[in-house]
């Protein structure tokens, strides 16, 4: 068993695409290899474009596994195809969960599927685990929860009418996938308050708050106010791309900057919405998708002020790098955002109303030594608070106590954390 005085045997596991929750499993594994000997379990499908589990892993183990790509206009031998693939993906988690079982590893870190969620690797594990769920599935949560559709085309009508009942029955059982592998885990971490709450009205489970982290050595602070706003995620319509140009549509147009949108990952058809959208509004906008680390940190040390509209966001990482960055921020006050930035001390926070978001970042705008004031104290409350050594320690008392075969605490851990912060 391992105890708190030396150094684990971990196994990592994940299949993500490109983005934040890739980003902020790389950035753990960096920190905890320092201490402990990790192995890399995950798919061929996993995105490692700009993230690499080399860079702190021993042995990196790939299974092959791809989703086969849909035909168009094929639909029942699509929905076929699907049940084919979630049954090979079942297998490819099982061999995983005996692979890990025979190597002798003290605990897991169990990060998220691309195509499950909650990895089914979770219910076939006799190793502890640690499942760190960074938010549910947001199609099967609650209306209040999820975000409206976004634009379609011709085609996904269609898909959408002819697959209805295979889908009734597909989602269904990915519903029930998920909730037994979360069921399974010995331990569940999170990223905010906010998704704890998700997870226990979802799930049924308690959810152990471990705040992310960010690395300030990536993002150094600008020297001088930039001339565009930024926004940063992925291009998909839960981001909140469109309520963003409509706010800086309804600013001035002396003081209305252009917009620009960098993201992991590029939906077509919301990326020629936003485009359509920003050129009826008057909004000088530019996407830009798929960049790399230092790309991203040189759109940060560029940009004049960082705005964030996403829906119900569970942590917000690109709003903490952008405090990273020195940037003032001007976010929508719902989801984990809220518990990053301070309203009026290292950002501002408004509702989601397109006229009083326009206001509070006509502000900010309008009175350069209060943004600035706001970048200052927001990067030094990240350097200060929000840093990923701590973020590792979170995880790491977490692996070590169900190592030792006990849960990890629960409780008021999330609330003791938040007081220390704020």
Same mark, same amino acid.
């Given at each position: 068993?391992?105890?708190?005085?030396?150094?684990?045997?971990?196994?990592?596991?994940?299949?993500?695409?490109?983005?934040?929750?890739?980003?902020?499993?790389?950035?753990?594994?960096?920190?905890?290899?320092?201490?402990?000997?990790?192995?890399?379990?995950?798919?061929?499908?996993?995105?490692?474009?700009?993230?690499?589990?080399?860079?702190?892993?021993?042995?990196?183990?790939?299974?092959?596994?791809?989703?086969?790509?849909?035909?168009?206009?094929?639909?029942?031998?699509?929905?076929?195809?699907?049940?084919?693939?979630?049954?090979?993906?079942?297998?490819?988690?099982?061999?995983?969960?005996?692979?890990?079982?025979?190597?002798?590893?003290?605990?897991?870190?169990?990060?998220?599927?691309?195509?499950?969620?909650?990895?089914?690797?979770?219910?076939?594990?006799?190793?502890?685990?640690?499942?760190?769920?960074?938010?549910?599935?947001?199609?099967?949560?609650?209306?209040?929860?999820?975000?409206?559709?976004?634009?379609?085309?011709?085609?996904?009508?269609?898909?959408?009418?002819?697959?209805?009942?295979?889908?009734?029955?597909?989602?269904?059982?990915?519903?029930?996938?998920?909730?037994?592998?979360?069921?399974?885990?010995?331990?569940?971490?999170?990223?905010?308050?906010?998704?704890?709450?998700?997870?226990?009205?979802?799930?049924?489970?308690?959810?152990?708050?471990?705040?992310?982290?960010?690395?300030?050595?990536?993002?150094?602070?600008?020297?001088?106010?930039?001339?565009?706003?930024?926004?940063?995620?992925?291009?998909?319509?839960?981001?909140?791309?469109?309520?963003?140009?409509?706010?800086?549509?309804?600013?001035?147009?002396?003081?209305?900057?252009?917009?620009?949108?960098?993201?992991?990952?590029?939906?077509?058809?919301?990326?020629?919405?936003?485009?359509?959208?920003?050129?009826?509004?008057?909004?000088?906008?530019?996407?830009?998708?798929?960049?790399?680390?230092?790309?991203?940190?040189? *759109?940060? /040390?560029? +940009? $004049? !002020?960082?705005?964030?509209?996403?829906?119900?966001?569970?942590? =917000?990482? %690109? &709003?903490?790098?952008?405090?990273?960055?020195?940037?003032?921020?001007?976010?929508?006050?719902?989801?984990?955002?809220?518990?990053?930035?301070?309203?009026?001390?290292?950002?501002?926070?408004?509702?989601?109303?397109?006229?009083?978001? *326009?206001? /509070?970042? +006509? $502000? !900010?705008?309008?009175?350069?030594?209060?943004?600035?004031?706001? =970048?200052? %104290? &927001?990067?030094?409350?990240?350097?200060?608070?929000?840093?990923?050594?701590?973020?590792?320690?979170?995880?790491?008392?977490?692996?070590?106590?169900?190592?030792?075969?006990?849960?990890?605490?629960?409780?008021?851990?999330?609330?003791?954390?938040? /007081?220390?912060? $704020?």
């Amino acid at each position: 068993m391992a105890t708190r005085s030396r150094a684990m045997r971990l196994a990592f596991v994940h299949n993500h695409p490109s983005g934040g929750a890739a980003r902020a499993v790389h950035a753990l594994g960096l920190q905890l290899a320092r201490r402990h000997e990790i192995d890399v379990f995950t798919l061929s499908s996993s995105d490692e474009t700009f993230v690499s589990s080399a860079d702190y892993a021993r042995v990196t183990h790939v299974a092959p596994f791809r989703l086969r790509p849909a035909r168009r206009f094929m639909f029942y031998v699509n929905d076929m195809q699907r049940y084919r693939d979630l049954g090979a993906l079942e297998a490819a988690y099982g061999d995983m969960a005996r692979e890990i079982d025979g190597g002798g590893y003290d605990a897991v870190l169990v990060s998220a599927c691309r195509y499950l969620q909650a990895p089914s690797v979770l219910a076939d594990l006799h190793t502890p685990a640690a499942y760190y769920c960074h938010e549910p599935p947001r199609r099967f949560l609650p209306p209040e929860w999820r975000t409206a559709g976004g634009p379609i085309g011709r085609y996904e009508r269609m898909r959408a009418f002819w697959h209805g009942p295979a889908d009734v029955i597909i989602d269904r059982t990915l519903r029930e996938r998920d909730h037994r592998n979360v069921a399974a885990a010995d331990v569940v971490l999170t990223n905010s308050r906010f998704t704890a709450s998700l997870i226990a009205s979802y799930y049924q489970r308690e959810a152990r708050v471990c705040y992310l982290g960010v690395d300030t050595a990536r993002a150094p602070a600008a020297e001088r106010p930039g001339e565009y706003a930024l926004s940063v995620g992925a291009i998909e319509h839960h981001k909140g791309f469109d309520f963003v140009v409509e706010a800086i549509a309804a600013l001035k147009r002396d003081i209305r900057p252009p917009l620009l949108i960098v993201g992991n990952a590029a939906n077509p058809a919301v990326r020629d919405h936003l485009q359509r959208l920003a050129q009826e509004r008057g909004v000088r906008l530019t996407i830009r998708s798929v960049v790399s680390d230092d790309e991203l940190a040189a *759109a940060y /040390a560029g +940009a $004049r !002020v960082f705005v964030y509209a996403p829906h119900h966001e569970p942590f =917000g990482l %690109a &709003a903490l790098e952008a405090m990273a960055a020195g940037l003032p921020v001007v976010a929508v006050a719902e989801g984990g955002v809220t518990e990053i930035v301070v309203d009026g001390v290292t950002g501002v926070t408004a509702p989601r109303d397109a006229s009083r978001f *326009a206001d /509070a970042l +006509a $502000r !900010v705008l309008s009175e350069p030594d209060w943004a600035r004031e706001l =970048g200052s %104290a &927001a990067r030094r409350r990240v350097e200060a608070d929000w840093r990923w050594d701590a973020a590792a320690e979170r995880i790491e008392d977490a692996l070590f106590s169900i190592a030792r075969g006990r849960s990890a605490p629960n409780g008021d851990a999330a609330e003791a954390v938040t /007081a220390a912060m $704020r």
